[in-house]
């Protein structure tokens, strides 16, 4: 029976496949043939004699049949579903040392399922099938070390059974081996190394890697960009139900990556991957409903999906349920103030661009534009109080105020004093929000009072080398502030036609602290 017992998710998103009755991957497929003619009838599977005579060799000790009444127990195939039942046929199996009983026996212990949930006894039984060269079973050994359980974790021990179970052409296997070598988790970082992997088990069939790869190509991780291939990738892959690639492919539709821009053709792949609990769809299908995008607007449902995206620790539902909810309660109470207010401690006046007077608050007008690729950007500004905002510009916000460019033009009211922004979040294509690394310090700026301080143009910029994007470390991206500030300028000063100029400061912040590490 070339069919498959059982599949899982593990922790890195990747499901893996047992089969019950089959010899080792690597045996050839005449003793393939042999053992499968050597266990199971030649009748329908489900036919009461199929049944009985399943039954039958399993009394009898065949192990292969052993395995795979424990599989219809568990399942309720052909029988009532009977965990109890499933576990004592998988250990009669192992007992005889059949590699698949122990694997099966394994999942059982690793999952809680008919039996008390058992780490340490999972593994146990994973290594003994692993002696016999069971592939599924190594790489569930590398999944546990992986995540520390049964075992403490060693992400060292966790690439070496990959490659032992890659060896034997486990496509998980394979697809983890390509995401340790992309991330560089236990082996140095090697995009050439982490492609190849992919490609293998994409080549297999296998959705993980297929939108993996896929994503290689989209943000030209390793290799020329080619929204064409990651196209095709992820369709692959979404065809077989990968949230991964439903999401993307959605990102592709909304921002009309590598296909005609269409709304409503996101939303519906946004669906299917956030219906799996992708956190990304979630909080993706949260900003359309927000925004009326391919869908009708809808907030009930945005605050319903962002607090699905919430729950699993999503930044940026986090972000954008907040910023709704005191969109929703301003106008529930018939409050006027704007989403680029500073604070509300501190009123606003009634036209931005009036200098405060005799308050102690000062002005702060600086700009955030976006290129092309990145959906949305995020900064956080610590203000005096202590109180934290995040200020935002997103590609799908409607009309910028600058020709040619996704973007706005901030003018807040401050109290005088010092400031900073320490962090920031973007999304670029599909990727991940990202935050501002450790070790490089926040951009500070000061406010005086009765005046207007121009800060400067934040633009988003990923560098680039000859491999490909820069990815995955600490210097991927940077907030850059132009020096030259004319563009701001002139539409500051086409809004405001009453500022008095003698009261603009121009204060381009020194970047410096920002900027990429020399590499030796």
């Known amino acids: 029976m070339n069919k498959a017992c059982r599949h899982y998710k593990s922790a890195l998103a990747i499901l893996v496949f047992a089969f019950c009755l089959r010899v080792q991957l690597s045996a050839p497929s005449n003793l393939m043939a042999q053992a499968l003619t050597n266990s199971v009838p030649q009748q329908s599977p489900d036919s009461p004699a199929a049944i009985a005579a399943v039954k039958s060799k399993a009394l009898e000790g065949d192990a292969n049949a052993q395995c795979r009444l424990g599989l219809m127990y568990e399942h309720g195939v052909g029988v009532p579903r009977d965990l109890a039942q499933a576990v004592a046929w998988y250990k009669r199996a192992a007992a005889q040392g059949n590699a698949n009983g122990e694997y099966d026996l394994g999942l059982m212990y690793q999952y809680g399922t008919g039996v008390q949930q058992d780490y340490a006894q999972a593994i146990t039984l994973y290594r003994q099938a692993a002696e016999q060269g069971h592939a599924e079973a190594e790489n569930n050994i590398a999944v546990m070390y992986r995540r520390g359980l049964g075992v403490q974790q060693d992400n060292a021990q966790a690439f070496t059974w990959y490659q032992k179970a890659a060896a034997q052409g486990n496509a998980p296997a394979e697809s983890n081996l390509g995401e340790m070598y992309q991330a560089g988790i236990g082996i140095q970082k090697d995009y050439a190394q982490a492609i190849a992997w992919y490609q293998k088990a994409a080549a297999s069939g296998y959705p993980q890697a297929q939108a993996d790869l896929g994503w290689m190509y989209q943000s030209g991780t390793g290799t020329q960009v080619d929204d064409v291939k990651a196209l095709a990738l992820y369709l692959k892959a979404a065809v077989l139900g990968n949230a991964t690639a439903e999401n993307n492919l959605g990102t592709m539709y909304q921002n009309g990556i590598g296909v005609q821009q269409n709304y409503a053709q996101a939303v519906a792949w946004y669906q299917k991957a956030a219906v799996q609990g992708n956190v990304n769809a979630e909080s993706n299908l949260g900003w359309m409903y927000q925004n ?85 950007f995020n900064y956080t500004l610590h203000l005096a109080s202590g109180k934290k905002k995040g200020i935002a510009v997103g590609q799908s916000q409607g009309a910028s105020d600058f020709t040619d460019a996704y973007g706005r033009l901030f003018i807040l009211r401050l109290p005088a004093g010092d400031y900073e922004f320490p962090t920031w979040q973007y999304q670029l294509n599909g990727s991940l929000d990202t935050t501002r690394p450790l070790h490089i310090h926040p951009l500070t700026f000061g406010i005086q009072s009765g005046r207007a301080t121009y800060i ?14 820069i990815r995955q470390s600490a210097d991927r991206a ?15 000063f086409s809004k405001c036609p009453g500022l008095d100029r003698n009261l603009l400061d121009v204060k381009v912040m020194d970047t ?7 590499k030796k």
């Open 292 to 376: 009326g995008l391919g869908i009708q607007k809808d907030d009930a449902q945005a605050v319903a999906w962002y607090q699905k995206a919430v729950a699993q620790g999503s930044s940026f539902a986090t972000k954008n349920l907040d910023a709704l909810n005191q969109q929703i309660a301003s106008a529930g109470s018939n409050a006027t103030t704007s989403t680029t207010a500073a604070d509300s401690g501190h009123a606003r006046s009634e036209n931005d661009c009036d200098l405060p007077k005799d308050s102690g608050d000062g002005l702060a007008v600086f700009s955030s534009t976006l290129p092309p690729d990145f959906l949305w």
């Open 456 to 469: 400067g143009a934040f633009d988003p910029v990923v560098f680039q080398h000859k491999g490909g994007w």
């Open 478 to 492: 940077w907030v850059l502030v132009h020096d030259d500030h004319s563009r701001d300028l002139a539409v500051l």
């Open 512 to 518: 410096t602290p920002w900027l990429p590490p020399q």
